[in-house]
């Protein structure tokens, strides 16, 4: 399976009950920013799945319309300059940003937000690496990822890596990589993971690895509060997607 399809199927398979956000305001927020910034600002709404595009002087390099809608969340007139590589390293970094503020407290998930630089061919056919900055629009109970904003622009500030976390209120950044997904879980909550993603019960567990019944279900529990879901199937689901299962 891609980066791009585990996901997209995070995203849609959240629990998508009361959104309480109000999209117009943000998507006058996204037009302002792309044109006071110069921006390409795009806006995913995950439950209905759509875009909704604002360029501002930035577009004509990229031959991105100034407004314009898609029908999916995923915006393919930029995506459509990136090539296959390009395209799985952001999807992954997306889903290893997902996966971090899974276990981020609810309620400061909204001070960080993901940046990337990305190689594209411009509108002259030229390379060029431009500077994606995502930032996920929360549920009232700060539980479920309602709407995504993503701004395209030139690269105006460097950083080690091709992509980072941001945490705009203290301003420290930490960059992802492989090493940071393995450190999610322990080894001995990877291997109760794997165990439980094979069917086995904490029994079985328990017998398997030779610890007591109670020790699993205490390792249960902090592999569902470090990957901040509410059942061993997501749990898996999200530890195969980040690619420590």
Known sequence: ??????????????SMAAVSIDLQKLLRYAESVAQIENV????????????????????????VEKYCNENS??????????????????????????????????????????ASKLRVTTLSGEPMDILHRMYYIYSEDSDTVC???????CLTFDFVGKSIIINTLTGTTEEL???KDSSILSKRERQILKLIDYGKTSMQIADALSISKNTVSRHRQDILAKLQVRNSIEACKI??????L
């Open 1 to 14: 399976m891609s980066n791009r399809a585990k996901i997209d199927n995070l995203l849609r398979n959240q």
């Open 73 to 114: 969340i995923w915006e393919k007139s930029i995506l459509d300059l990136m090539t296959e590589t390009e395209l799985e390293e952001k999807f992954l970094a997306e889903l290893r940003f997902f996966s971090f503020l899974r276990h981020i407290p609810r309620n400061k998930r909204a001070n960080y937000y993901l």
């Open 40 to 63: 390409v600002a795009v806006v995913s709404d995950i439950r209905n799945d759509t875009s909704k595009i604002y360029s501002g002087r930035f577009g004509a390099v990229l031959g």
């Open 147 to 153: 709407y995504a904003l993503c701004l395209y622009g």
């Open 239 to 244: 530890a195969k997607a980040i690619g420590i």
């Open 177 to 179: 990589s492989s090493e």
